[in-house]
């Protein structure tokens, strides 16, 4: 879609290879491109953008090794949250005002404005805050899903996740507690980890170990007060998802939604035999395809109503106006990273 004032956008040279100079506009940074608004038309939306995070998933399109690639040259962003300025004759979905997302990925949300077709967005309540909105329909909806579609948790049952300080992490706790479940929670050794770990249990997390504790012979007489979980989240693999699946009870799923680690998920066949353990994955595009637009909106709905309740807050983020988004795209990829980096136009 066309735009008006500065978008971040990528071309085909550099798909594999990050952001390039495609605007003749001295004053912009390069990777900011100018170009005029499209007229309104009978089922057209204009939205001015109002603030988009960068996710792995952005980072990950523009290195096209991304499930869903955008036909080049696109505007980068999948996610954010706008403010609808005026609507064609034929919209009756929307009015200028309202706060609305994407309601698929692609659309290209690192920009000031657009113009979008209503069949492309969503409408959020303006009630919420700004962050929880912008953040609103990837991370948490991909958490709400994993807990509810693979395994019947009952209240007191655990969950077991690494990457637990992500923006899925950091759901997953918040909306286990909402629903009653403990959370075991797997974070890497770092500099930084008491304050992590403060924080995580300041969203509910009932328990956090490190990777190299959970390889220790202690998690036995941890699992004797805690029962073992039947769900397991990963979004790491490698030797992580090989400990998680070490620790689920039996019949039970791991549900792989990353692979941060980039190794593969390997699981031994005793695990498959003797305790029955089921490895599925979750993609939340596929979800959206597999299901109907409303049960989408239902879903983004639910997640509100744990927002106003304070049972789901955004993750930590850090605002970053969008022409300094080189910065942003580079703190994005830093290493033990626990702020999500939010564009602002």
């Known amino acids: 879609m066309a ?47 109002l603030a988009a995070p960068i996710n792995p998933s952005d980072i990950n399109m523009i290195q096209g090794n991304y499930g869903l690639l955008p036909q080049l040259p696109a505007v980068g962003g999948n996610e954010g949250v706008g403010q609808v300025v005026a609507v064609g004759s034929s919209v009756t979905g929307v009015k200028p005002g309202d706060w609305v997302i994407p309601a698929n990925p692609g659309l290209g949300t690192w920009r000031t404005e657009a113009v979008f077709g209503e069949e492309e967005l969503i409408t959020v309540p303006s009630d919420i805050p700004l962050q929880c909105a912008a953040t609103l329909g990837v991370n948490p909806c991909t958490a709400y899903r994993m807990l509810v579609d693979f395994e019947r948790l009952q209240p007191g049952d655990s969950v077991i996740q690494n990457a637990s300080n992500s923006g899925v992490g950091q759901a997953v706790i918040q909306i286990a507690a909402a629903l009653g479940l403990r959370t075991i929670n797997v974070l890497r050794d770092r500099p930084d980890l008491q304050k992590l770990t403060d924080r995580l249990k300041n969203l509910g997390a009932d328990h956090i170990v490190t990777e190299e504790g959970l390889r220790k012979p202690e998690m036995k007489s ?18 992580s998802s090989t400990e998680l699946l070490r620790h689920l009870a039996p019949g039970g799923t791991m549900v792989t939604y990353g692979g941060m680690a980039k190794q593969p998920v390997i699981a031994s066949a005793s695990q498959l035999i003797f305790k029955d353990l089921k490895l599925r994955g979750f993609w939340l595009s596929q979800w959206k395809k597999d299901h109907s637009p409303d049960q989408f909106k239902e879903l983004i709905l639910t997640l509100c109503d744990l927002i106003r309740r304070g049972q789901l807050t955004a993750p930590a983020c850090s605002e970053v106006p969008l022409q300094d988004y080189l910065r942003a795209l580079e703190a994005s990829t830093q290493p033990f990273v626990s702020s999500k980096q939010i564009l602002t136009m």
């Open 3 to 49: 735009f008006r004032g500065a978008g971040w956008g990528w071309s085909p040279r550099c798909a594999a290879a990050g952001p390039t100079q495609l605007s003749p506009n001295p004053r912009l940074p390069p990777g900011l491109k100018n170009l005029e608004l499209a007229a309104v038309g009978g089922s057209d939306v204009h939205v001015k953008m």
């Open 222 to 239: 941890f699992f004797k007060d805690v029962p073992q979980p039947r769900l397991a989240l990963n979004c790491v693999g490698g030797k």
